[in-house]
């Protein structure tokens, strides 16, 4: 196979996974939908995703608010209760807190030496399992959902930089427990860089702790490479979603 060939390869591969990544905003966008409904606020569906996809590119200002900001603004706009926007915030940041945490027991090895990593499944399993039963007993149907569309949001964008580890660097194991830690690492990096103040769309952080969980697994310049690929990638998927989301008209 020729380089030009395999280069081509690299960005049709690049260019699928950001629409892959658009379209994990939608799940991520009904998730604050399900949030609305749960405070008694019932808003059409795609009006949702139009509101959420309009404001979440404002993500990328430095401050890493003004998507919020946005969100608060265009949803009195279009006649939501502020209070019920606001709580809705409040309520998604702790079910994206609370989704990704298990994501972390993926990268145990990398931190306690002799841990198995066949146990780390059944554990992340586990750990998903309470959490639902958990939130649905105390808090209903409606949170429960927003839960499990926000994992989907989480499984879809760590599928992408997996396949992009895959197809960048052919030579990548691909174990079950590579995958997982491949998986884990991307999530645990990307909510640490959504909690830094400051930092638009976890830019730096999330790299920086990519490159430090997975250095032992792979060469640096491969992996320096993926890294700044999966960014471009989530930049791509994320202006997508943006366009798309303008076009999503109001169910009336």
């Known amino acids: 196979v020729s380089p030009d060939y395999t280069e081509a390869n690299v960005w049709l591969t690049a260019i699928a996974c950001a629409i892959i990544y658009a379209l994990a905003n939608v799940?991520?966008?009904?998730?604050?939908?399900?949030?609305?409904?749960r405070f008694s606020t019932f808003v059409p569906p795609r009006t949702a995703v139009h509101i959420y996809g309009r404001s979440l590119i404002a993500k990328y200002?430095?401050?890493?608010?003004?998507h919020l900001a946005g969100r608060q603004t265009m949803g009195l706009a279009h006649g939501i209760e502020g209070w019920a926007l606001v709580k809705a915030t409040g309520y998604e940041h702790i079910l994206i807190l609370l989704s990704a945490l298990p994501f972390f027991l993926f990268v145990l090895p990398v931190f306690v030496t002799g841990t198995d990593p066949n146990i780390t499944l059944p554990l992340f399993l586990l750990s998903l399992s309470i959490l639902a039963v958990t939130l649905n007993g105390l808090f209903g149907r409606w949170l429960l959902r927003a839960f499990c569309l926000q994992l989907g949001f989480l499984f879809l964008s760590a599928t992408t930089f997996i396949i992009l580890m895959a197809w960048v660097d052919p030579s990548t194991p691909l174990s079950t427990n590579e995958i997982?830690?491949?998986?884990?690492?991307?999530v645990v990096?990307?909510?640490i860089g959504l909690v830094t103040p400051g930092?638009?769309?976890?830019a730096g952080v999330r790299e920086l702790v990519l490159i430090g969980l997975l250095e032992a697994s792979m060469t640096n310049t491969g992996l320096l490479t993926i890294v700044i690929l999966s960014r471009l990638t989530t930049l791509?998927?994320?202006?997508i979603f943006?366009?798309?989301a303008g076009l999503a008209l109001d169910d009336k």
């Open 242 to 244: 943006f366009v798309l």
């Open 236 to 239: 791509t998927g994320d202006f």
């Open 180 to 186: 997982q830690l491949y998986g884990g690492a991307y």
């Open 61 to 66: 200002v430095p401050g890493n608010f003004l």
């Open 27 to 37: 799940p991520l966008s009904l998730s604050w939908w399900c949030l609305l409904r």
């Open 199 to 202: 930092a638009p769309a976890g």
């Open 189 to 191: 990096a990307w909510l």
